[in-house]
């Protein structure tokens, strides 16, 4: 069974301050790998996704994330934070191979202050 | 068009009504699920419809009850719902390792 810990459920960071949010996962073979963000009230939106390939994926509004296989990690990072970036943050893994079902971390709400 | 909608944004019922969430998507995807999310949580998965077929039911109470028309539209009726039950409802469809969500209902049962 697969599993992803997101650690901090609260990251609060300065405007133009590095943003990190932190995603280890679970697995006996490495999984397909995501970031979402989810504004107030709204549907998830897709920030980047890890499939296959090179480990450094970049994705919309400046985020990136690496997948570390030697740490079952996927942190999230952005150099320079915006107001407009606070949101809910969810990691989530889906099987390799299998049906493409997310199954998310808990969410890190990200708090931008100016 | 890489949008799934879904109606209504909001939706107010009582315990004893019966209404209906609909979702629609015009990607061509063939496979659909439902969540529910309560607030300050992760989305929980409750359905997956794979070619018009129900293939995963996540031990979902039977006041819920999925209904895959065509391969762009999914439904969920509601009947005799708890308070408990009031959370967003969303709707996903996948390719290829994507899932692209709708907007969610907001749904409170009073």
């Known amino acids: 069974a697969q599993s992803v810990t997101q650690l901090g459920s609260h990251v609060s960071v300065s405007e133009g301050a590095l943003v990190l949010l932190r995603c280890n996962y679970s697995?006996?073979?490495?999984?397909?790998l995501f970031w979402y963000v989810q504004y107030p009230n709204q549907g998830l939106q897709l920030l980047l996704k890890?499939?296959?390939?090179?480990?450094l994926v970049k994705g919309i509004n400046g985020f990136e994330a690496e997948f570390k296989k030697s740490e079952t990690s996927f942190h999230l990072t952005k150099p320079s934070a915006h107001m407009s970036d606070a949101a809910e943050y969810f990691c989530a893994v889906s099987e390799r191979g299998g049906s493409y079902i997310p199954t998310f971390g808990r969410g890190t709400s990200l708090i931008v202050h100016p | 068009d890489t949008e799934v909608t879904q109606t209504p944004k909001h939706l107010v019922m009582g315990m004893t009504n019966k209404k209906s969430l609909k979702c629609e998507q015009h990607?061509?995807?063939?496979?659909m699920y439902w969540y529910k999310q309560k607030a300050k949580k992760p989305p929980e998965l409750m359905f997956v419809?794979?070619?018009?077929?129900?293939?995963i039911n996540e031990s979902v109470p039977s006041r819920f009850s999925p209904e895959c028309p065509n391969s762009s539209l999914l439904n969920l009726h509601l009947h005799a719902l708890q308070p408990e039950d009031s959370a967003l409802y969303l709707c996903?469809?996948?390719?290829?390792?994507?899932?692209?969500f709708g907007q969610g209902t907001r749904l409170t049962v009073v």
């Open positions: 990607m061509g995807h063939r496979a």
């Open positions: 419809y794979s070619y018009e077929k129900l293939s």
């Open positions: 697995s006996s073979v490495p999984p397909y």
């Open positions: 890890y499939t296959t390939g090179a480990t």
């Open positions: 996903a469809s996948v390719l290829n390792t994507e899932a692209f």
